[in-house]
């Protein structure tokens, strides 16, 4: 400023996130942390519909887990909201842009490819060739595009975790009756992503038509000073959100209340309580459930944290015999229900 005096204004806010996560030592309290956030951002562009030089996010970023459970459900919940507010015209594109040291390998293998074609770059693209090669798959210039669309893709060169991982993320989605599309070619803006990467897109909102996006970021609490921990997130732009809103007509909204935490009483039925937590969401009930593979106790603990109105335990000797077992948190009741109509649960929130 005039003074000298060095001013930053926040282009994004994981980054932001994931620094107060180490200084106020989050990890270290729970293992699992998820976090949200509504804040104002800036960018340095020509501002145009959809993109303006001050503007606004919610997102919501999970600490602590490399399940790809949790990968699927930050997609989820980020598709779950923009339905909420009562837009249809979206699709949802995913990607797994691998560990550092696999897309270290990729990245040479993109270099050669590249190596008798630099001449017939942009100069944006030149200068990502240096400093962040896979950037080069965002050009919007007609010419970068022609070189790309014949360059080798990431998705074939994933290690074997990460392929594994995002088979499992694909199949959660898909069993999840989530529509998706896979694009090889999203890499998204910024560098600390890792594996799973994501993009909603709307089809009312012009040329700037993400109006979120996320991904895993695994290395950055460590880059920036923590304990390794793994993390995954997403980011939604409010004004792309109105914009979008207004162009379809429509808008509502959803509660904040946490209804229902399930307790997993065997480990082999994450996918099943997975699934009961998605149906439930869908009928507008706030659901939590646990991706560390903690004891009852443990679980009742977090329950009680979060000040879960009911707690839905699934697993041993009842879930053998199609039971399941509703507990009102606030008198201590209980009552044994048929895992087969999930209704009878869906009823204590109407």
């Not at 560098?191 to 979120?212: H, P």
């Not at 109105?242 to 480990?267: H, P, Q, T, W």
């Not at 009852?296 to 707690?311: P, T």
């Amino acid at each position: 400023d005039r003074s000298e005096t060095s001013i930053t204004l926040k282009p994004e806010m994981t980054a932001g996130v994931v620094r107060a996560f180490i200084e106020h030592s989050l990890g270290q309290k729970q293992q699992l942390n998820k976090l949200f956030y509504i804040s104002p951002m800036f960018r340095q562009e020509r501002p145009q519909a959809g993109r303006l030089r001050q503007f606004h996010q919610f997102g919501g970023e999970a600490l602590g887990s490399a399940s790809p459970f949790l990968d699927a459900e930050m997609i989820q919940i980020a598709y779950m909201i923009l339905k909420k507010l009562g837009l249809k015209d979206l699709s949802i594109r995913i990607n797994s842009l691998g560990i550092p040291s696999s897309r270290e390998i990729y990245k040479n293998i993109l270099r050669d490819y590249l190596s008798d074609k630099k001449d017939r770059l942009s100069h944006d693209s030149k200068v990502r060739l240096e400093k962040n090669i896979l950037r080069i798959f965002d050009s919007k210039i007609e010419s970068d595009q022609e070189i790309m669309n014949d360059a080798p893709l990431l998705l074939d060169y994933l290690d074997e975790e990460s392929s594994n991982d995002f088979e499992i993320v694909k199949e959660l989605l898909s069993n999840s009756k989530i529509p998706y599309e896979i694009d090889p070619k999203l890499v998204r803006g910024l560098d600390y992503y890792t594996k799973t990467t994501f993009e909603i897109i709307s089809g009312k909102v012009g040329a700037q038509s993400a109006l979120c996006g996320g991904g895993r970021y695994d290395p950055l609490v460590e880059q920036l000073g923590g304990k390794p921990t793994a993390g995954v997130g997403f980011a939604a732009g409010i004004e792309r959100i109105l914009l979008a809103c207004e162009n379809e007509n429509s808008f509502n909204s959803a509660g904040d209340k946490l209804d229902l935490y399930i307790v997993k009483i065997d480990k082999e039925l994450t996918s099943t309580v997975y699934q009961i937590a998605l149906s439930l969401r869908k009928q507008n009930i706030s659901v939590d459930l646990d991706y560390l593979d903690r004891s009852v106790k443990a679980q009742m603990r977090e329950a009680n944290k979060l000040n879960s109105r009911f707690v839905l335990f699934v697993g041993g000797d009842e879930y053998k015999q199609g039971n399941i077992t509703l507990k009102n948190m606030e008198t201590g009741e209980q009552e044994i229900l048929e895992f087969s109509n999930l209704d009878l649960v869906r009823n204590k929130f109407v």
